[in-house]
């Protein structure tokens, strides 16, 4: 996972001046009690949930 990579060079300039990859985009999809994470140029989700929780960091 790149989300460490994107958060420091975000913090230091555009992520891009540093190599760091684009961070993907995506939309989030309800259906009932499932969380589902979308691609924006896909289909089937990457990331589902059928009972997702709140959690504190």
């Known amino acids: 996972m790149l989300a460490r990579t994107w958060v420091i060079a975000g913090c230091y300039g555009d992520p891009a001046d540093h190599g760091v990859p684009e961070l993907p985009k995506w939309e989030v999809s309800r259906n009932g009690d499932r969380l589902s ?21």
């Open 37 to 57: 994470f979308v691609a924006e140029d896909g289909d089937e989700p990457f990331i589902s949930a059928g009972n997702p929780v709140r959690a504190r960091r």
